[in-house]
């Protein structure tokens, strides 16, 4: 069946950067209308970004727009997230998920997405 492996997470300094990596295994050959998102300590998920299948959309959450960027590999089933100026409120653990439906009218539903990564933390100390 359709896997997703996260990595790329750890701690980092506030302003600091990281790169997320989202990789998609099994099932049939295809690229997925993917996002991100995150679950902060003691809070509920939350959307972060998500891409089309082609990468030429694109979709982020306020508090992230112009910090995170999200691409796809020109091949490889492969998307990345490269988040800069991280803050304290960037810390949460980050999860990769996929969309079967070609269609996806809302990217930052939950609903929407059928496949999940298993999460990779990213803590940004201040």
């Known amino acids: 069946q359709v896997q997703l492996l996260e990595s790329g997470g750890g701690l980092v300094q506030a302003g600091g950067s990281l790169r997320l990596t989202c990789t998609v295994s099994g099932g049939p050959s295809r690229r997925y209308f993917m996002g991100w998102f995150r679950q902060p300590p003691g809070k509920e998920r939350e959307f972060v970004a998500a891409i089309s299948q082609s990468g030429g959309l694109t979709y982020y959450t306020d508090s992230v727009t112009g910090r995170f960027t999200m691409s796809r590999d020109s091949a490889k089933e492969i998307i990345a997230v490269r988040m800069d100026g991280l803050k304290s409120s960037d810390t949460a653990v980050y999860y990769c998920?996929?969309?079967?439906?070609?269609?996806?009218?809302?990217?930052?539903?939950?609903?929407?997405?059928?496949?999940w990564g298993q999460g990779t933390q990213v803590t940004v100390s201040s």
């Open positions: 998920a996929a969309a079967s439906k070609i269609i996806v009218p809302n990217p930052k539903d939950p609903a929407q997405y059928d496949y």
